[in-house]
Each structure stands twice: as structure tokens, then as C-alpha cells.
């Protein structure tokens, strides 16, 4: 019998093999921000004809289906990044903590369903950073 709905510790396990096979292959930060960004920020905002829509939508769009959790940023990259600069908290272990707040929506997989509820709020985010740029985000 197959398994049903998401696997959080494959994902998991997943994510972070392809994060170590992007820096073997010499692949710098600047791709791992590049990766974060496709899977993370949405600005402007992409509509869609109904609301609560939006994740089905954009988690399809961005090839993240299945993904139990996936949080979108609405606000420019650059605005992004500089958390990891000059609008940001260091945390330690290369975690920031944005000033401000930030409008996200974050998109839930109901197994039951088999859909993603939306929400959309503003709040600070917490990212990893490398060389001053988002590589990883912290839900």
C-alpha cells in the first residue's frame, strides 16, 4: 500500500540533500538565494481570480506542490536581502530577524482535502543569510 498525504521528514531530508549537492557542485550562495527567492518571494503580489486560490495557484507555479508549508514574501528582493544587512536582527547562526514587518501569506496542505489554505498577514520573518543574501526561511 502506498503511502498517503505529506512526508515533513522526506521534504526535510530532500531539501537539504539538494542544498548540499548545489555547494558541491560549486554552486555559490548567490544560486542558493536564487532558489530561495523562486520558492519564497512574490512580489509584486500574483492575483488570481479567487483569493483563496492563491496557494493552489502559486504553489503549483512554483513547483512546490505537496510541500506541507511554504510561506510567500510580498516585498521587493532587495528589501528581502538587506535583512540581512541593515534591516535586520542577527539571531546567531546566521539568522536574521526583519525590523519591520512584512506582508507574507502562508499556504497549509490539508491532506484531507487535498488543497492549501491561504493566509495572508504582515509580520517579521526570520532568515538565514550568507554573504548578505536570503538563502533559507525560517517558518
Not at 14 to 33: M, P
Not at 64 to 69: F, G, I, N
Amino acid at each position: 500500500m502506498a503511502p498517503k498525504g505529506p512526508r515533513p521528514a522526506l521534504l526535510l531530508t530532500l531539501g537539504l540533500l539538494a542544498a548540499c549537492l548545489a555547494l558541491a557542485s560549486g554552486q555559490t550562495w548567490v544560486e542558493l538565494n536564487k532558489i530561495f527567492l523562486k520558492h519564497h518571494v512574490d512580489y509584486p503580489r500574483t492575483r488570481v481570480p479567487n483569493p483563496r486560490n492563491y496557494c493552489n495557484v502559486m504553489m503549483k507555479a512554483r513547483g512546490l506542490y505537496w510541500t506541507p508549508v511554504n510561506t510567500f514574501m510580498h516585498a521587493p528582493i532587495q528589501s528581502i536581502n538587506s535583512i540581512c544587512s541593515v534591516n535586520g536582527t542577527p539571531l546567531g547562526g546566521g539568522l536574521h530577524q526583519s525590523k519591520a514587518s512584512i506582508p507574507v501569506t502562508t499556504c497549509r496542505y490539508s491532506p484531507k482535502g487535498g488543497f492549501y489554505t491561504t493566509n495572508t498577514i504582515s509580520r517579521k520573518i526570520v532568515i538565514g543569510c550568507w554573504n548578505k543574501l536570503a538563502v533559507y526561511f525560517r517558518e
